[in-house]
């Protein structure tokens, strides 16, 4: 014999009933269907009823919805002719006359309630054996409980002998109502909400039976919500308790006192889907008999919760005090969903219900009156709205480090943990967050623990210029591949512009954010972006600059603060004061995220990580000479007879070398930023004014405006042309060279002959030199584009890989 559950979404219309019926009759064997009421109905039921005794709304809306939704599906089913009609009609006017009768008297009782709750499953067990062609029973004449009306205890002795008696020498199909029972008074009481489940298990416990079968709208008990989670996927096989710690952490497919009287029998539960019967679902069992041998099974979470701490020195040593706390709690009906205490016994926090907060908070403070008049106890500490959270896994025993990397995890990702509990079986570990962080936290630990099949990194971009756009392109093409084959979803979730900025949590498509981007009706604030940033509080964050602005950034300070990582093209922030570019990598640090600007010098070139690199191996920079302007460098390369200076450039603004302002290169400036920044990393502590840089462009040029530049500049072409012959003569060439030695840095042209190695430099390639302790007497080189849209926007992208840690 098996007992087959089916939930609400499983019964909620006559086409689910319709699969409902062909599950049963498919099976070969006798089957005992518990059923419960109609999806949603017991939720009216109980508004309703709500409704009634605080007169606030009226309870017709609901009770008109609850009859309608029960009349359309006995006429789908019944194509009109519908045996059962009269009956389920007078469980709806039992239901009216008490909701009337909760009107007049405008009080509701535990105990009406319970004669209401349960009409749900009295009319849908009626239809469903009707349209079966199968036996009822009715549940509420098997179990026997007490009058803990809402969630009442079963008398098992009882209940068993009743089912017993009543199931004896039974052959076929019956269907029985779940979640309703009564108490030795014969009055309704009910299992708790989502109790159908418990009812299955008591009837299949009583009988014996092969196995507990629940029906639901899932593939199976999964490894998180999949409402919450859309990576979850089914668990194949549950041990009885990982099912039970699950389940008592909010993983709602299955109620947890359901467990209890199937596994004291060894009777197997399956939780299949209704929708997708071929489905192999969840076995729960004693042994779980393949390897599934990750250290965690599943992680669940339990919101609307509130912590309550009793703190103060009088308690360290004090025997009893926690008897007494849960003692009391106890007394008042307080469910205690976490406990932790610090070792010092200083405090001790207690994870309750936030419903049940007034009643406990009396109870406590009623209980240690005495202490707390004295100081002994402090006041109660009361943190509202948080959420507990557990993972749980028979494995963690056999694995260590499971609580260290899962709190890393979780503390990267700027997560607070507001207090912790781990049980000695090592079953469970549990924590506490505030609300707004639960699907976070719930994100990250999936993503750590469950290796979801891919790892996702939330992508804001600010700047869509050339880099920016560019990126985007690359980022497009290499999307699928990457999934694919790196097991990395890169998703846009914010872009901005001046204008406009947008935001998805589920992704921006790239090859329409420009129109959407366009059509946005967020206008565009930095600070505005950085808001909405930190409120959307998504795991694996990412800020990518692609502007060259100082305002940008100045904020980076409250984005890495936020434990969001940066990936900038801006040089802005690294050759910013010393202070201010080692506090951001202090930030960075701490908080465990990434701050890259490779970018920052020479492009796409593996410059500022070989440094790195080689620092961090214990190597030490001795000197650094390098070419590192691609736009100074196809200036001098492009500079010809026919191409005067003020025409090379034109050219190179044209082809996106320069700066938008490319005074910023010719004075020098850019690549002072650089070989400041090259210092830096190195392990110096250099400022910009060290610097000394020589000019080649009078100052005057540099004062005006941009156009009085550009109309001054081609005043220099003819000096630059003799001087340029000279150097064809010689077989000499410039190059605007960086160098840095002993703790000084120096910029300016230079000349070189045939055989220096910067000679060959052609186009807007940059050259740096690193003469180290171990690079000595042949300099290491790394030579190559140094400037150009694409280039960059590939070095930003290596960057952002490297923040995803694939
Ligand atoms: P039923 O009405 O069939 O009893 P419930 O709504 O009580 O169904 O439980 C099924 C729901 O439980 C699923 O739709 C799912 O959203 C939720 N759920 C929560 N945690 C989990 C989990 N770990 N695995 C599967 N479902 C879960
Ligand atoms: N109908 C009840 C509820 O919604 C019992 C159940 O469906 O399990 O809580
Ligand atoms: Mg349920």
Redesign the pocket.
Known sequence: MKVL?F??TSVGSATNIKKVKEIVLSQNDDVIVVV??L?????KILTAANNAATGTSDFHTELTEIRQRHHDTMHELFNGNEPIREVVEKLLDELEQILTGITLVGELTAKTLDRI??I??RMSSQIIAAFIGAERKDSSLLIQTDSNFGKASVDFQVTIKNIKEEFAGFRGIAVAP??ISKNSKGEFT??????????AAIIAAALDVEVLEIWTDVNGFMTADPRVIRKAYTIPELTYSEAMELSHFGAKVI?PPTILPVYQKGIPILIKNTFEPENPGTRIVKDVRNGFDRPIKGISSISGITLLTMQGIGMVGVTGISMRLFTALARVNVNVILISQASSENSISVAIEEKMLSKAEQAICEEFEKEIASGQVNKIDIEKEVSVVAIVGENMKKTTGVAGKLFSTIGRNGVNIIAIAQGASELNISWVVKNEDLRKTLNVVHESFFLSEFVELNIFLMGIGTVGGNLLQQLKQQQEKLLKEKHLRVKLTGVANSKKMLFEREGIDISEFRDKLAQAEKTSSLQGFVDEMKDMNIYNSVFVDCTASDNVASVYKEILNANIAIVTANKVAASSDYENYAELKRIAKRKGVKFLFETNVGAGLPIINTLNDLVNSGDRILKIEAVLSGTLNYIFNTISEDIPLSKTILMAKEEGYSEPDPRIDLSGVDVARKILILARESGYRIEMEDISIKRFVPDSLFNGTLDEFWEGVPGLDAAFETERKKLVAENKKWRFVARFENGKAEAGLEVVDASHPFYDLEGSNNLVMYTTERYHEFPMLIKGYGAGASVTAAGVFADLIKVSNI
């Open positions: 559950k939930g609400g419960s009421a999806g949603g109905i017991t939720d709750a349960g749900g499953e779940g979640f009910t299992l708790g909400r989502g109790g159908s489940d418990f009812t109620y």
